[in-house]
């Protein structure tokens, strides 16, 4: 299957910094790309879909300002972690989609945030 | 009607013995199924799709049994190997959606040896 590269895989802050993250499609192009948010023994919580080119967008009760979405090129998108908070501490997941439509969707590894 | 139900919520089966886990759909829109695989502390991974031009699909063993009736489909495990415990997510989209997909709640599998 194509690979999703996510990094980091983990990262530790301090509240009120921000955190980078950043998900790369290494072996395609993908056009679209999501950001989703587990919590543990959770399912995936869709936070936002981010399109090449244009603004991200973003499900309901996701704060914009709080998790910025930057898909500058067809192989990179990042999300940034804004003045990071204790309860902002999850496992935040990306993924990518090779082809429009077909509904076939790959996996980063994940990066497991924790906010002190 | 975006919803997808997935059940059991956690399964404990003997090496050897058939893993089952079922989801349900409302949204006859749906036209793409895929199972993912998750480990702890690991992004989830494409285990097997079906689309629902087919009644059932199968890799190795892994075999996803579709009723575009009842709006349901399940995944089987085979043989079920202690190294396949992790927790399982069935998806559903559409193909107007852009590959978003909508998840069940997972399934936590144990395999026992």
């Known amino acids: 299957g194509a690979v999703v590269s996510q990094h980091p895989s983990w990262v530790i802050c301090k509240s009120g910094t921000s955190v980078k993250i950043e998900c790369r499609s290494l072996d395609f192009q993908a056009t679209t790309m999501f950001w989703y948010r587990q919590f543990p023994k959770q399912s995936l919580m869709l936070m936002a879909t981010?399109?090449?080119?244009?603004?991200?967008?973003?499900e309901q009760g996701v704060e914009k300002d709080k998790f910025l979405i930057n898909h500058a090129s067809l192989t990179l998108s990042t999300l940034t972690v804004t003045s990071a908070h204790p309860e902002d501490s999850s496992f935040y997941i990306c993924?990518?989609?090779?082809?429009?439509?077909?509904?076939?969707?790959?996996f980063g590894e994940g990066s497991r945030l924790t906010v002190l | 009607q975006q919803q997808v139900k997935q059940s059991p919520q956690s399964l404990i089966v003997q090496k050897g013995g058939i893993s089952i886990i079922n989801c349900a759909y409302e949204n006859t829109a749906f036209d793409y199924f895929p199972w993912y695989q998750q480990f702890p502390g690991k992004g989830p991974a494409l285990l097997i799709a079906?689309?629902?031009?087919?009644s059932e699909k199968k890799e190795g063993r892994f075999t996803i049994s579709f009723n575009k009736s009842a709006k349901q489909f399940s995944l089987h495990i085979m043989d079920s190997q202690p190294g396949d415990s992790a927790t399982y997510f069935c998806a559903a989209t559409d193909g107007t959606s852009g590959s978003r997909l909508t998840f069940g709640e997972g399934t936590q599998l144990t395999v026992n040896p």
């Open positions: 981010s399109n090449e080119g244009s603004k991200a967008t973003y």
């Open positions: 993924s990518a989609a090779p082809g429009r439509n077909t509904g076939e969707l790959f």
């Open positions: 079906i689309r629902p031009d087919v």
